[in-house]
């Protein structure tokens, strides 16, 4: 592979022969740049290469993240059967957002048109989940690669660095568990590392895009979207209508839907508010710490040369990008001062740039073979060094993914049976008739996605509505299953009604 700015030069011709709406401040070049080139002419009907090669990396994206569905047994958690529901209630005309989860329009543009294949919905959304998840991995292969750079005598150096920043970024703490309980926040993540590997292949509208999904997903996002237009609206002029159109897109996804289904145009950030996982004390150093637990010290360090090795080198594109995980950070703090949670998943993906920055030091100290047989073998022993300090890290990882899969193993026994035991007494059309649906807090949108309800709709207090002589039909977890119980039965319903008191398979 050329170096960086050698391959930008010659992309940059590209862009001057088939887009002249791109302005010169995308130049980044040197003296290694060679001529312009007109390309050459591919066949009628004929796809490029590269659309073929990025159609191939689409489809075994597919087969793996469809392998680890089926292989896994995973099922959503409370946010993504929240998600479903969303999509499901919209069909009937009955969608209410005011019961968790908070609203992202990210995973209502999915679960919306998923739910026209009825109870597929739910495979779908999982292997979509995981395959935002598994396609993380390629874009941080890509920027890592891009950004090592290489030298004639170590040409396997950008591969390295390529493959390190891929495989590590699975290793982001609480990653696996988001990937085997269908959530999205990794979903946001290669949509971030999307847009910076677009926008280092000159491809600025498909940046944009990515930023604009990103925006769906979580609000920090926002800054980069408005800062990237701000640029582009100069670099790319045949551009503006796409960037005003992505920048209207944003707020009326996450406003008017809400308007219209819940009694707060801002319902997503009123239910962010107050929660158990606020940080008391020092806001600044509970983020920090909230980030920096994500990743051990060896890949902290790690990152931070790769930093120093840009600013020796006056790498502005590195600098750039880790300067973007640092803005992050910087917005999620002023999250928490606002009294939001500033959970760590909220910070995977600075965490994500941490891991490619790391990569592509890695890529770096390899490439740098000097004359010096000492200095020639000391990128190499430092890497080995990096990844002996990594072992630890990889085997508590490896604990981790084992108690998320045996949980997936359990949640999956525990969704289907709660399908079955309402299917077995019924239907949902006879629960719904006996009583209010109720279930303990974390399985309210669970319940809700099984009976054809709004989350909201679904009771989450027992003892008091038992208190209280409500009609209710409770669905309490019981071990890998479920109990059924009809309470405060009316006389004329008790013959009815009262067969719903059943029991699920347990073990």
């Known amino acids: 592979m050329p170096t960086t700015a050698g391959s930008w030069a010659r992309s940059e011709t590209f862009w001057r022969d088939h887009d002249p709406s791109v302005s010169t401040s995308l130049s980044v070049t040197d003296s290694a740049a060679s001529p312009p080139t007109r390309p050459a002419r591919r066949s009628r009907g004929r796809l490029p290469r590269r659309w073929i090669r990025w159609l191939l990396v689409a489809?075994?994206?597919?087969?793996?993240?469809?392998?680890?569905?089926?292989?896994?047994?995973m099922r959503p958690d409370y946010d993504g059967f929240g998600w479903l529901?969303?999509?499901?209630?919209?069909?009937?005309?009955?969608?209410?957002?005011?019961?968790?989860?908070?609203?992202k329009p990210l995973t209502f543009v999915f679960t919306l048109p998923y739910a026209l294949a009825g109870t597929a919905q739910l495979w779908l959304w999982m292997v979509t989940s995981v395959a935002g998840a598994v396609g993380g991995c390629v874009f941080?292969?890509?920027?890592?690669?891009?950004?090592?750079?290489?030298?004639p005598d170590r040409r396997y150096a950008p591969y390295v660095a390529g493959a390190f920043a891929g495989v590590c970024l699975l290793?982001?703490?609480?990653?696996?568990?988001?990937?085997l309980i269908a959530n999205s926040d990794p979903l946001i993540v290669t949509l971030c590392l999307g847009a910076i590997d677009s926008?280092?292949?000159?491809?600025?509208?498909?940046?944009?895009?990515?930023?604009?999904?990103?925006?769906?997903?979580?609000?920090?996002?926002?800054?980069?979207?408005?800062?990237?237009?701000?640029?582009?609206?100069?670099?790319?002029?045949?551009?503006?209508?796409?960037l005003v159109a992505g920048l209207l897109l944003i707020p009326a996804f996450w406003f008017t839907i809400p308007a219209l289904t819940s009694h707060s145009w801002f319902i997503a950030g009123n239910l962010a508010l107050g929660q158990k996982t606020v940080i008391h004390g020092n806001k600044i150093l509970g983020v920090i710490s909230r980030f920096r637990s994500l990743y051990g010290l060896p890949m902290q360090l790690a990152a931070l040369l790769g930093i120093g090795l840009a600013a020796a080198r006056r790498d502005r594109v590195t600098l750039a990008i880790a300067g973007a995980g640092v803005l992050w950070v910087v917005i999620e703090i002023a999250f928490a001062y606002h009294g939001w949670s500033a959970v760590s998943r909220y910070l995977i993906e600075p965490a994500g740039v941490m891991v490619v920055i790391a990569g592509a030091a890695v890529g770096r100290v390899l490439a740098d073979a000097r004359s010096a047989r000492l200095l020639r073998w000391a990128g190499p022993v430092l890497v080995l060094v990096?990844?002996?300090?990594?072992?630890?890290?990889v085997r508590h990882r490896a604990d981790d993914t084992r108690v998320a899969?045996?949980?997936?193993?359990k949640h999956e026994k525990q969704v289907d049976r709660l399908r079955?035991?309402?299917?077995?007494?019924?239907?949902?059309?006879?629960?719904?008739?006996?009583?209010?649906?109720?279930?303990?807090?974390?399985?309210?949108?669970?319940?809700?996605?099984?009976?054809?309800?709004?989350?909201?709709?679904?009771?989450?207090?027992?003892?008091?509505?038992?208190?209280?002589?409500?009609?209710?039909?409770?669905?309490?977890?019981?071990?890998?299953?479920?109990?059924?119980?009809?309470?405060?039965?009316?006389?004329?319903?008790?013959?009815?009604?009262?067969?719903l008191k059943t029991d699920s398979s347990m073990g």
């Open 59 to 73: 489809a075994a994206v597919l087969v793996v993240s469809t392998v680890v569905v089926v292989a896994t047994g």
């Open 85 to 103: 529901v969303w999509g499901r209630q919209v069909l009937h005309w009955n969608l209410n957002t005011d019961g968790a989860p908070s609203w």
């Open 420 to 499: 079955a035991v309402v299917d077995k007494i019924g239907g949902p059309d006879k629960v719904k008739s006996c009583g209010q649906p109720v279930s303990l807090l974390g399985f309210q949108s669970t319940l809700a996605w099984v009976v054809g309800l709004n989350v909201g709709d679904i009771g989450y207090r027992p003892g008091k509505a038992i208190g209280q002589g409500e009609d209710i039909v409770l669905f309490k977890p019981h071990e890998e299953g479920w109990q059924v119980r009809p309470y405060n039965l009316a006389a004329t319903q008790k013959g009815r009604c009262g067969a």
């Open 405 to 409: 899969l045996d949980n997936a193993h």
């Open 140 to 151: 941080a292969a890509r920027i890592a690669f891009r950004l090592a750079g290489s030298s």
């Open 199 to 242: 926008h280092l292949s000159r491809r600025p509208r498909l940046a944009f895009a990515f930023l604009v999904g990103a925006s769906l997903g979580r609000p920090e996002a926002w800054v980069f979207t408005g800062l990237y237009a701000l640029w582009a609206w100069r670099a790319v002029p045949r551009s503006r209508w796409l």
């Open 386 to 393: 990096l990844v002996a300090a990594l072992v630890p890290t």
């Open 171 to 179: 290793g982001i703490d609480t990653y696996s568990h988001l990937v």
